[in-house]
């Protein structure tokens, strides 16, 4: 009988893409390949292929590292060579995997909202350091997506009163999941940009809108492919809903009440003179831990 690493097979060629109907119910047969071979023919680079085989075998990526060389049951061969076919074709892990980590927590995400970017959270920690002392704030997160930025807050500060705000109730669903599953108290709605606000106001806007100039290349590249369009582009030159959020503000904030948006790395600029004009004072930029101008403020009138 040969042994485990006898039939180790040689990885010239990735994992062939598996059969269309992966049988789950062969989840007891024995297959012939080891976690090591498996990610080391997955023709993907080894920390994506563990992150997709944990996943799969609910082993965590240390397990996994030391793990012995036996074969793995079928159906979990199966099960990642559908993973890593579709991580080849471009697929974002986040989607594949149905989970992002945001701020130390874990968030479900589907093709419905943004993938959650470690940038936003210097927005998040902005925001938490602008509510300071304040008591029982009211919190205002437009453009919720996954709901991140609205579940951290939430959680960060439980005097808080966070809502949410969206355009889609696909995201607003996932959102609402999130808020669920970690114990967030949100008030969510379904909302274009303030319509659905009536005269609320709040302490704190925390926007992380679309951004990005609908004819940049990068739409067409890489993972934000298989992003939803609505979540990454405002379909024009990419200031438009920076400018509609920082427009409508001054009706949605209590007086001294405060903005933050997240934009793009050469929007600083144009995002200031857009808080200015609709009144803000104090107005700056952030720049996250590489250098870049990501987030600005800027605070109403007492
Ligand atoms: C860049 S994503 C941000 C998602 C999430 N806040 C985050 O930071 O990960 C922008 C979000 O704005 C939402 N959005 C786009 N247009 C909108 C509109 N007119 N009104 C409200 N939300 C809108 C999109 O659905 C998407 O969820």
Redesign the pocket.
């Known amino acids: 009988m040969p042994s485990p690493r006898s039939i180790r097979p040689s990885c010239s060629q990735p994992l062939p893409n598996p059969p269309s109907s992966v049988s789950v119910t062969a989840a007891s047969a024995g297959g012939s390949q080891s976690p090591g071979d498996l990610i080391s023919c997955s023709g993907l680079p080894a920390s994506e292929a563990r992150i997709l085989l944990a996943h799969v075998t609910g082993w965590s990526r240390t397990e996994l590292i030391t793990a012995p060389q036996v074969p793995l049951p079928e159906a979990q061969e199966e099960a990642f060579a559908t993973l890593a076919a579709r991580r080849r074709a471009g697929e974002p892990i986040a989607y594949l995997v149905g989970a992002r980590e945001?701020y130390g927590r874990r968030f479900k995400v589907s093709p419905a909202?943004?993938?959650?970017?470690p940038e936003?959270e210097l927005?998040v920690d902005e925001g938490l350091a602008a509510l300071g002392a304040l008591s029982a704030p009211r919190v205002l997160?437009?453009?919720?997506?996954?709901?991140?930025?609205a579940v951290t807050v939430a959680l960060e500060r439980p005097d808080a009163h966070v809502t949410a705000?969206?355009?889609?109730p696909a995201?607003l669903e996932i959102a609402r999941h999130n808020g669920r599953v970690q114990g967030a108290r949100i008030d969510w709605v379904e909302?274009?940009?303030y319509?659905a606000l009536g005269a609320r106001r709040f302490h704190l806007v925390l926007?992380?809108?679309?951004?990005v100039a609908a004819d940049d290349p990068h739409l067409n590249q890489g993972d934000v492919r298989f992003e939803?369009r609505?979540?990454?582009t405002?379909g024009g030159g990419g200031l438009g809903?920076l400018r509609?959020v920082i427009q409508g503000a001054p009706a949605h904030l209590e007086p001294a009440g405060m903005l933050l948006v997240?934009h793009g790395y050469d929007q600083a600029e144009a995002v200031r003179a857009a808080f200015a004009a609709a009144g803000f004072l104090g107005v700056r930029s952030v720049s996250d831990l590489a250098g870049i101008e990501r987030v600005t403020r800027g605070v109403l009138p007492g």
């Open positions: 945001f909202v943004l993938i959650p970017r936003t927005l997160d437009l453009g919720t997506g996954s709901g991140a930025i705000a969206d355009l889609s995201a909302s274009d940009w319509a926007a992380n809108p679309p951004y939803p609505g979540a990454l405002d809903a509609t997240e």
